[in-house]
């Protein structure tokens, strides 16, 4: 079927759950707590880093209503981790980051259960804390995890015992010394910037049952069921089959729930009461620092090149502050590592990305996935090699774009269905009007500049990463498409109804995709997470369509009194292909065709599809080599804004993203993922990140005090999508749900520093460093 | 959520709104004695609520916070009231007696008609969500002044009198009261010695006489309102604020200034923690709207230094601050002349 016949894709019919969500009737995790349920409360550690002293749990356990106390006593022996198992569900011993939890109590009420903690007595010896990951590096510096050797792990993860060093990737491409020592031009800058929050609007909230048939039943506001469930067996140590994850939608999950979070706790206390579910949820300030949030970075990086531009060689060092815990964060690092260069012809790379312990609150998966690091450290690493040469930092990136038969960081080959990224380029600089010049001084002595950078990014995701679906029928001929993707505000379920309604030439109308994954129900699906919803399940998807329509051919041919591969299925009906007029309605085969004197033949019709990533291998520990990657979406980006250089104050006027995406199936949906991206971005960017007292305590952990872009503070946004189809997707697609945040800090820094005439090395962004960077570059 | 037994309470008047507040905290020193604690100010008392915004987040955040009662204000008559002053606010008595009197004439707080407290000025009720300030345009640096406050659907809550009296450093609502020497009217629970039957005193003071970094309001004493002289209200105004973001933050400066018959009056928020002026600051604003070129920047710079060296925290180092309040003072000087 040829792209320019598509019947359904491309269009936007208005998303299904756009009513009950801005009417306010959705449901979500927290809207679901049944009579009967108990609620914990914890308490959270004031300090970085300390000793624990003493928890007295007396005075808590006798308040009205609480059912019991707990300390990190109660489990002596649990580990939870993703890929390595470091974490206690309540702090035992020491506590390594400012808002871990250190006690729970359940009681029957949530009044009871917050006027019950406030009764646990908990004394701490501070300890000296390690605020960055170089600080952690240092010679002699605590070790945060004197156990990391006896922790259970994945061999992809290479911790380094008796340092706080949580895992270290390498690359090693080419002859990079070689390259160094002959090039004629070498620039090098250290770029750095604190975590920070998703800041998603649902905080995380998990409700657990421990069944008196021995199953535990979760319902969590989670990007990944199967993964929980996974991850719960190997915490708890129970199988699979009697563990329960349901997952309803999420109010935004942004990588912050697409690993494990408050469900291993809330299980625990689970089973302490078995019959009664268990609530456990955070509010806001817990939410931002006691739940994970993303990482912060360290970086140097150097730039061999020609003095045409041409790139010889990359030396980069990525030093991912990931905080108490190692989380998704050794991951965010080793694929940081993996597509380390950005995407540019770089012949000769060496690359250490190191995920570091330190005492700030850990970090997990977030939209980018170690990317926004990378291309932060890079863009701004090319930008000071743009100003050496002299040379226009689109053009640089012009000259150097990755292409078709190029090579990745890992060594793995861009394949035909790499994306056009010199069409990107071109399309964001037009938005900009980067030709009519990038800096300009107003008359009102307000100074105007724009900047422009390039990102990639494939999904990093296990080489055994995989999708399920099946399909369905009702009486009405209507189709029901079942899978185990988790709806967190990306509307991927309208985007595989487009898929299945192209499919099966059917009006999206009667096409309906289940809302809610359960793992006692849906197909497995890997985590809704990496961008590669749409792609994995969308294959998965069209193939259950095949294979329903092979069933409703099978079973029509026999009323039909003809050969199956006559047959065609659209518009509701099963034909004849070269006599449409004679066929069957779809309702009255999908269950069963019942013939006139009564006899019946079928049943129902369900159709199975499955997806698994093709081709994927792991890396080598010494050079990194291997195809980790599955599909590349690459893209540009670029700002317009404008600058007060009096007081440093600045307004984003434009933001533009050009992305090459294969194919789009759903265009409000798509543009939706970009102008949220691009706004998060900005936000990242200019305001959104911790900042820590002297004792690495969070002094802005309320949004009173951590700051969102807002409506009426954002700029004017442009999307623009290439089409160079990606051969294995679904209709040519490929992912791009992160990808628009990618370069989003890396093309506003360039802005900011063009205004300013300094180049800026930290995030984020404000007016006073603004400010203070003018000042000191003054003579 | 909060945990714990709180009482709500809904008066209709000035007088039950004092009585009530004075029931319950007769009552909450009850109870702390008899379990043997020492009745401290607010220990699980009474709190007058309007948007209840400070309340809220305080009591979420610190177990120390003890919420006892409610005392909701918004049903009072005089707290609502915008425009001409309240009938029943004409007869207050001075707070202090004569002596205050003379005082609210000498600092300045007259009206143009020389009478201190002559209703020929606009009234603002204490209870008056900031969002119904800023569209309401009697007082427009006022207006200003509060559209600056967090954003709308926040400011649909938040009260002036919340504003004015809260714990936070920030205060905006009372930097053109100050500016503009307004006059603020309160309900006093009665003297043992008043009329049996009376359960309050009306009361009015000159805000700037009883604001030395805080308004520091008597146990129990219910705000009302504040009345800003015509003139004032009608002056020419200046008003710039800067945040560490985007315009949805907390300040670091707010200014606010008017031209007044000697010259100018300003006030300054954001910069220390809590709102600041002096006569001696207004004097030298005025100084530099006499003059011009070296000698206005001269006079400006005096006018900042007479508040004092602005505060480094979290947000703002003291020097970005300073620089923006010399900054702030110049536009102020410009949009004044």
């Known amino acids: 079927m040829a792209m320019d016949q598509a019947r359904y894709l491309g269009g936007s019919p208005e998303r299904t759950d756009a009513p009950a969500k801005t009417g306010g009737a959705l449901r979500y995790t927290d809207d679901r707590v049944r009579p009967g349920t108990l609620h914990a409360a914890l308490l959270y550690s004031p300090y970085a880093h300390a000793r624990i002293a003493a928890v007295d749990l007396s005075r808590a356990a006798a308040a009205p209503g609480v059912r019991g106390a707990f300390s990190g006593a109660d489990w002596p022996d649990t580990l939870i981790g993703l890929y390595m198992g470091d974490k206690p569900p309540l702090a035992r011993a020491t506590v390594r980051y400012y808002g871990e939890p250190v006690a729970a109590v359940v009681a029957d009420s949530e009044a009871e259960a917050l006027a019950a903690i406030r009764l646990v007595e908990a004394s701490f010896e501070a300890l000296p804390p390690l605020g960055s990951p170089r600080e952690s590096l240092a010679p002699g510096a605590a070790v945060l995890h004197p156990e990391l050797g006896s922790y259970r792990r994945i061999p992809a993860i290479l911790p380094e015992l008796g340092t706080n060093v949580a895992n270290r990737t390498r690359i090693r491409k080419g ?87 408050l469900e291993p706790l809330a299980c625990l206390l689970a089973m302490r009461f078995p019959g009664r579910p268990v609530r456990l949820a955070n509010t806001r300030e817990a939410d931002m620092v006691s739940s994970p949030g993303r990482p912060g970075l360290e970086s140097t990086v150097r730039i061999a090149a020609e003095r045409d531009g041409a790139i010889l060689a990359m030396d980069i060092e990525l030093l991912f502050d990931s905080g108490a815990y190692a989380d998704y964060a050794v991951n965010v690092s080793r694929a940081a590592a993996v597509a380390c260069t950005g995407p540019y012809r770089v012949p000769n790379v060496k690359a250490d990305a190191l995920c570091v312990y330190t005492n700030h609150p850990f970090a997990t998966a977030f939209r980018g996935f170690g990317h926004i690091e990378l291309s932060y450290a890079t863009e701004r690493a090319l930008d000071l090699l743009a100003d050496e040469l002299g040379m226009d930092p689109a053009a640089l990136r012009e000259r150097n774009a990755a292409r078709p038969g190029d090579t990745t ?174 066929g069957l309605p779809i309702s009255a085969v999908a269950l069963g065709y019942v013939y006139e004197n009564g006899n019946a033949i079928g049943g129902p019709v369900i159709g199975r599809g499955r997806y698994i990533a093709r081709g994927l291998s792991g890396m080598d520990p010494a050079s990194g080599e291997g195809r980790p990657g599955l599909e590349w979406t690459m893209g540009a980006e670029g700002v317009e804004l404008e600058l007060d250089p009096r007081d440093g104050g600045y307004r984003v006027l434009r933001s533009a993203c050009a992305m090459d995406v294969g194919k789009v199936i759903h265009p409000s949906l798509a543009r939706g993922q970009l102008v949220g991206a691009m706004a998060m971005g900005i936000g990242y960017a200019t305001r959104e990140a911790f900042s820590f007292d002297s004792r690495r305590g969070v002094q802005n952990a309320s949004l009173r005090d951590y700051k969102l872009l807002r409506y009426g503070e954002d700029p004017e946004y442009f999307v623009d999508f290439v089409q160079t189809p990606q051969g294995d997707g679904p209709y040519g697609a490929r992912g791009l749900g992160e990808q628009g945040i990618i370069g989003m800090p890396g093309a506003i820094a360039q802005a900011a520093s063009l205004a300013a005439g300094v180049q800026l090395c930290e995030l984020p962004i404000t007016p006073e460093y603004l400010w203070t960077s003018m000042r000191k570059e003054r003579p | 959520m909060i945990p714990g037994d709180i009482v709500y309470l809904k008066p209709e008047s000035a007088e039950e709104a004092v009585a009530a507040w004075t029931l319950a905290a007769e009552a909450a020193s009850g109870a702390a004695s008899a379990a043997g604690e020492p009745s401290a100010a607010g220990a699980a008392g009474p709190r007058y609520l309007a948007g209840g915004t400070e309340i809220l987040t305080t009591a979420r955040r610190s177990a120390a916070y003890a919420v006892g009662a409610l005392v909701d204000v918004k049903g009072v008559p005089e707290a609502r009231a915008s425009g001409g002053l309240p009938a029943s606010l004409a007869g207050a008595a001075w707070l202090g007696g004569a002596e205050a009197a003379g005082d609210a004439t000498a600092s300045g707080a007259a009206t143009a008609a020389g009478e201190p407290g002559a209703a020929d000025g606009f009234y603002f009720g204490a209870a008056l969500p900031l969002a119904e300030l800023e569209d309401g345009r009697l007082f427009p640096l006022l207006s200003d002044a509060a559209r600056g406050v967090a954003d709308r659907t926040t400011r649909n809550r938040l009260s002036l009198g919340g504003n004015v009296a809260g714990q936070l450093p920030y205060r905006e609502a009372v930097l053109p009261l100050l500016a503009a020497g307004a006059l603020g009217y309160s309900a006093l629970p009665a003297d043992a010695s008043a009329a049996a039957g009376s359960e309050a005193r009306l009361v009015r003071w000159d805000l700037r006489a009883r604001f030395d970094k805080r308004l520091a309001l008597l146990p129990g004493e219910l705000l009302l309102g504040f009345s800003v002289p015509k003139a004032a209200a009608e002056a020419r105004a200046a008003y710039v604020r800067r945040t560490r973001t985007g315009p949805i933050d907390y300040s670091l400066i707010t200014l606010c200034a008017l031209r007044t018959r000697g010259g100018a009056a300003w006030a300054l928020g954001g910069a220390f923690p809590y709102p600041a002026r002096s006569d001696e600051a207004d004097r030298a604003l005025s100084e530099a709207l006499a003059a011009s070129g070296e000698a206005r920047t001269r006079a400006l710079g005096r006018a900042a230094a007479a508040l004092g060296e602005p505060r480094s925290d979290p947000r703002a180092s003291g020097e970005y601050r300073a620089a923006l309040i010399a900054l702030a003072l110049e536009t102020a000087a410009e949009e004044l002349s």
Request: charge should be negative; glycine fraction near 12%.
């Open chain 1, 409 to 582: 960081p890992t060594g793995a080959l861009l394949d035909p269905n790499t994306g056009d990224l010199p069409a990107c380029i071109a399309l964001v600089k037009e938005r900009l009007g980067w030709d009519e010049g990038r800096r300009r001084v107003m008359p009102d002595g307000k100074v105007r500049a724009k900047g422009l950078a390039c990102f990639w990014k494939a999904p990093a995701i296990p080489t055994f990463t995989d999708a399920g679906a099946t399909l369905a029928f009702a009486e009405d001929g209507s189709a029901v498409l079942t899978t185990g993707v988790v709806e967190i505000g990306q509307g991927c379920f309208d985007g595989l109804r487009l898929i299945v309604a192209e499919a099966l030439r059917m009006d999206p109308a009667m096409v309906r995709v289940e809302p809610e994954a359960d793992t006692d129900r849906s197909p497995h699906d890997w985590t809704t997470a990496a961008s590669r919803s749409l792609f994995m399940a969308g294959r998965a998807a069209l193939g259950a369509v095949e294979d329903a329509v092979a069933q409703l051919k099978r079973v029509a041919s026999a009323p039909l009194r003809c050969p199956e591969e006559d047959l065609e299925v659209g518009d509701g009906r099963i034909y004849l292909r070269d006599d449409p007029a004679h």
């Open chain 1, 175 to 261: 002859e990079p010394e070689t390259a160094f020592a002959r090039a004629p031009v070498v620039v090098s800058g250290s770029f750095s910037f604190p975590p920070g929050d998703h800041a998603a609007m649902e905080p995380r909230v998990a409700i657990a049952e421990y069944g008196l048939d021995g199953r535990l039943t979760v319902t969590s506001s989670t990007q990944s069921p199967f993964g929980v469930r996974t991850l719960l067996a190997k915490g708890l140590g129970l199988p699979e089959r009697r563990i329960r994850v349901v997952a309803p939608p999420v109010g935004g999950g942004f990588g912050g729930k697409a690993g494990i979070q």
